[in-house]
């Protein structure tokens, strides 16, 4: 099983720019989200989906959109990207949760924006 | 919003040592998670707790739900040991996320 794949690894953007982070998962997993990790912070959720064909935000989901379509990806779309949403970006994915189940990571992207 | 509070922020000890990794949260949860971080960013998943005590190799997990606390033990620690180890707990009922803390960077010296 691959697991979770995240795509790209690194990425430079110019302030206004848009780009999709790419994520997925190959386990059948309902339940996938999007963190971004900053230094000095926890990892802080900026969008996550149930299953496909539904949506909600996180703590931080201003700047970020998402989409559904199937079970296996949820990719992260950056409208017009600005240089307070350089960070690492990680995608999740688990079998359900509210409940005990693991969760798995992606590498992780690494956005600069400049 | 649950608070989940690790300490310390960072640890430096020698190879052998008994190191102790602390996670206290604020709102009853369901499920807490030890996470592993290593230089290069990937994170992988070392134990899912909601109660007692696992243990896997060198690594041993154990969760109070009374005291709202969570510790993660590495025996006979080695430098590929070094990394950030992460707390991120589910609160009941949650569907939206996990809740991390903000993560322990041990570093392990031969």
């Given amino acids: ?114 | 919003k649950n608070e989940v509070e690790q300490s310390p922020q960072n640890l430096t000890a020698q190879e052998g040592e008994f190191i102790t990794i602390n996670c206290s949260y604020s709102v009853g949860i369901s499920a807490l998670h030890w996470l592993q971080q290593h230089p290069g960013g990937g994170i992988v998943s070392l134990f899912m707790l909601s109660s007692g005590k696992k243990k896997h190799g060198r690594l041993i997990a154990t969760i109070n739900i009374q005291e709202k606390h969570s510790s993660l033990h590495i025996t006979a620690s080695h430098p590929r040991d070094s990394a950030v180890y992460i707390c991120a707990v589910i609160e009941r009922g949650g569907a939206d996320g996990l809740t991390f803390g903000k993560g322990t960077h041990l570093i392990i010296q031969p």
């Fill in chain 1, 1 to 114: 099983n691959a697991g979770v794949t995240q795509t790209p690894k690194f990425q430079v953007l110019k302030t206004g720019q848009s780009m999709t982070l790419q994520c997925a998962q190959d386990m059948n997993h309902e339940y996938m989200s999007w963190y971004r990790q900053d230094p000095g912070m926890g990892l802080r959720l900026i969008h996550y989906s149930v299953g496909a064909g539904i949506t909600d935000q996180g703590e931080v989901p201003n700047g970020y959109n998402v989409s559904r379509s199937t079970t296996e990806d949820f990719p992260l779309r950056l409208l017009s990207a600005a240089p307070s949403q350089t960070s690492v970006y990680f995608c999740a994915s688990s079998y359900w949760t509210g409940g005990n189940t693991e969760a798995f990571f992606g590498q992780g992207t690494r956005l600069t924006v400049v």
